[in-house]
């Protein structure tokens, strides 16, 4: 009898771990699998023997890990009444679940399935319901829930890593809603040890593409952030200006190249310019959106050589790597000087896109007035020739650059 049960919670441990190790974009294939009421186990109920905690969250990098604590040991001469009828019966069987499968429920009815895990330490499920929530949330805005999220938030009570959990739910939404009551909190107390899990919401928010395509939509909340003179603080600008060159909307782009040449403002305003200069000059890995292309190139043309601006849309273009961005580095490339050298070489080995790559290949072809520039240029050439095999699609036939302005 106890080589049996041993036996049997073995397989329900198992069973627990592979359910819990699913990958998070796979939730849809496995909804059916964990939460249909024709399930033979009831993984709630076994979870529950084991506490759920979340821990190690660093105050600059979150990560969220969930362990089981305080097991309950059982002698196995006591059976736990959960497994009685699996010891007597074999047949035996366990709903899962609610009654209603979370892939059939609406907003309402899984954010109270979220709270209801969260309450039972259902941790492991808590990125399934995320994705399923975000998902109806994006196509049918519920202001109830986020009234409920920023309630929550607000209250001195609620367990700090459940907060933890909420600024995740609405860096998942990603959706002007989510970030409005994410730039709410801001308004705390920078000390609070909530507040740099707020910043790094926002932060991430922005790099969300949760339907494979940059969420312009969110600039314009975060473009009016950025240019309030009453936010001072440098780790929220710095959230901030993140979120706005992730989401690369050239509005958003033209605001920072603003702050770091600070022209054409006014006097008054040219003092707050500058002091979101050197934040927004660290931005520009940041920026991979190819409709930020023709704003980044309006500023080589503009910009005189060699100083912040130029600098910063040089090196952003390397970062936006798509044929058009590497075509308007050649072209500077072709006129620039022999002090540009190191600015073109490292936007140019920051490209890793075949069609970009192919330009690179070509451009020993192209005539360059400085000879330290071609040089440079050659070499990069010849490595990518030499290390890089480019798909036959791309390496035989020509590459047709579209217009700058269709960008």
């Given amino acids: 009898m106890a080589l049996k049960l041993i036996n049997r919670l073995c397989i329900i441990l198992l069973y627990t771990i592979a359910l819990a190790s699913l990958p998070r974009d796979s939730e849809t294939r496995h909804l059916d699998l964990l939460f249909s009421p024709q399930e033979k186990i009831n993984i709630a109920t076994v979870n529950s023997t084991a506490k759920q905690r979340v821990l190690a969250m660093s105050s600059s990098n979150r ?9 309950d040991r059982t002698s196995v001469d006591k059976i736990p009444p959960i497994f009685e009828p699996m010891v ?5 069987t366990f709903p899962i679940g609610p009654k209603i499968p979370l ?5 309402a009815q899984l954010w109270e399935s979220w709270k209801t895990l969260l309450k039972q330490g259902e941790l492991q499920q808590i990125p399934i319901v995320n994705a399923l929530l975000a998902g109806r949330i994006r196509k049918n805005s519920n202001p109830s829930v986020y009234q409920d999220i920023q309630t929550l938030l607000q209250d001195a009570d609620y367990p700090f890593e459940n907060k933890a959990l909420l600024l995740d739910l609405l860096t998942e939404i990603a959706t002007p809603e989510a970030l409005n009551e994410l730039l709410k909190l801001t308004g705390l107390d920078p000390e609070s040890p ?4 707020i910043l790094q919401a926002i932060s991430r928010i922005g790099d969300n593409r949760w339907d494979g395509r940059f969420h312009e939509e969110l600039s314009p909340t975060l473009e009016a952030a950025w240019s309030n003179p009453e936010i001072t603080d440098e780790s929220l600008l710095s959230a901030i200006g993140t979120a706005i060159a992730e989401v690369g909307a050239p509005n958003g782009i033209e605001q920072l190249l603003q702050s770091i040449s600070a022209t054409g403002l006014s006097s008054a305003n040219i003092q707050y310019a500058r002091s979101r200069q050197p934040i927004a000059y660290s931005l520009s890995g940041k920026i991979h959106n190819p409709k930020a292309t023709k704003s980044l190139s309006g500023c080589i043309d503009k910009a005189t050589p060699n100083t912040p601006a130029a600098e910063f849309c040089i090196n952003a273009l390397g970062g936006v790597d798509n044929p058009m961005a590497t075509e308007v ?5 072709e006129n620039a000087a022999d002090g540009d050298v190191r600015e073109i070489t490292n ?3 920051k490209v890793q896109s075949d069609e970009a790559l192919k330009l690179i290949a070509e451009a020993p072809k192209r005539k360059f007035q400085s000879p330290k520039v071609e040089e440079a240029i050659s070499t990069i050439a010849s490595e990518i020739t030499a290390s890089t095999v480019l798909s036959p699609a791309i390496s035989e036939q020509p590459l047709v650059i579209q217009p700058l302005q269709n960008q």
Avoid: G, P, W
Wanted: charged content about 25%; aromatic content about 6%; glycine content about 0%.
């Fill in 194 to 197: 909530l507040y740099a899990f």
């Fill in 329 to 333: 580095l050649l072209e500077h490339a």
């Fill in 103 to 107: 892939k059939n429920q609406n907003v």
């Fill in 347 to 349: 936007a140019l080995d």
């Fill in 88 to 92: 007597k019966n074999e047949t035996a």
């Fill in 63 to 71: 990560q969220l890990q969930t362990i089981s604590r305080d097991a």
